[in-house]
Nanobody
Framework: VQLQASGGGFVEAGGSLRLSCEVSGRDVSSYAMGWFRQAPGREREFVAGITWSGYKSWYAEFVEGRFTISRDNVRNTMFLQMNSLKREDTAVYSC?????????????????????WGQGTLVTVSS
């Protein structure tokens, strides 16, 4: 599976951005998907995840209801709607995928829980 993230940019604190992740390849419906981010000098951290069916989604605590992960099965695209952005949300955001059959609950919120990665898209939030 191949992943292509886009939608990053520059936004003022309190603003919104929507990130997209186009997914291509075989059996895309068999994958769980996630968004991660990495700020300068920090480790990559989990942001949100979703099953390809969209039946279940989950978020990092710092999201605090500000972000929404979703997917469009017709367009094979996953989204991350980010509202009420804060300066500390500044990071490179990447999308990732793992075959649902390989999902492990003890790693689904860590980078090692995913096998496929797209290139990142930079989000910069100014205060």
């Amino acid at each position: 599976v191949q992943l292509q993230a886009s939608g990053g940019g520059f936004v003022e604190a309190g603003g919104s951005l929507r990130l997209s992740c186009e997914v291509s390849g075989r059996d895309v419906s068999s994958y769980a998907m996630g968004w991660f981010r990495q700020a300068p000098g920090r480790e990559r951290e989990f942001v949100a995840g979703i099953t390809w069916s969209g039946y279940k989604s989950w978020y990092a605590e710092f999201v605090e209801g500000r972000f929404t992960i979703s997917r469009d099965n017709v367009r094979n695209t996953m989204f991350l709607q980010m509202n009420s952005l804060k300066r500390e949300d500044t990071a490179v955001y990447s999308c990732a995928a793992v075959l649902f059959a390989r999902v492990r609950l003890d790693s689904i919120e860590t980078p090692r829980g995913y096998d496929y990665w797209g290139q990142g898209t930079l989000v910069t939030v100014s205060s």
